[in-house]
């Protein structure tokens, strides 16, 4: 689901986000991947335009450094993760594989939420991604052919002020060292992706 594939950035668009929304009840949560790669930072403020016009509340978090997931929520926010699905073998087997066995190890891969991260997506001054005014899908071509990324979003994280904790409750709890699993590494205050097998 690149944007740049004709016609998929329709499923980051205020309309798209619209549609959703109306079919989840109040508190019901709407998961979607959006890559980081081959993305300029301007292109992913649209997207994230089009959340903050549909979701009273939005987190974003790291699968690996070039993808990302959107967790958003109507007339709610967003939950806690709950400690005990780590219990459930049919979840974790799959975590385990990307050396998550805790609620630790899972924080660490949480970049922020809507709180933090909407004001700096706000400055691009970028109109929301509309299926009236594709901006997405007919910049995202050129995105790609340049090469742009949307590095610096995660890089915020390792900023020597504290931006992203500063606004965010959940980004100013730092993960107890005793309680992430032996593998996942660290670097400054964030976890190394594990080796794929």
Do not use: C
Not at 58 to 86: K, Q
Not at 160 to 183: K, M, N, T
Request: hydrophobic letters at 45%; zero cysteines; a negative charge.
């Amino acid at each position: 689901s690149n944007p740049w594939v004709i016609g998929v950035a329709s499923l980051f668009s205020t309309e798209f986000y619209r549609d959703v929304r109306r079919y989840l009840r109040d508190g019901g949560l709407f998961v979607q991947w959006i890559q980081l790669y081959e993305m300029a930072p301007v292109l992913l403020s649209t997207v994230v335009g089009a959340l903050d016009a549909n979701f009273t509340d939005y987190e974003f978090w790291l699968a690996n450094d070039s993808d990302m997931i959107i967790v958003a929520v109507h007339n709610g926010s967003v939950p806690r993760p709950d400690p005990a699905a780590f219990a459930n073998p049919e979840l974790k087997a799959p975590l385990e594989r990307f050396v998550i066995k805790t609620p630790d190890d899972l924080h660490l891969h949480r970049l922020g939420g809507r709180r933090a991260l909407q004001p700096y997506f706000a400055s691009f001054g970028a109109a929301p991604n509309s299926d009236f005014f594709p901006v997405l899908e007919f910049q995202a071509p050129l995105s790609r052919f340049m090469r742009a990324g949307s590095g610096e979003v995660v890089n915020l994280l390792e900023l020597a002020a504290p931006i992203v904790a500063l606004f965010d409750g959940d980004a100013r709890r730092e993960p107890d060292p005793a309680q992430l699993s032996a593998g996942t590494r660290q670097w400054g205050k964030r976890a190394s992706w594990p080796e794929q097998a």
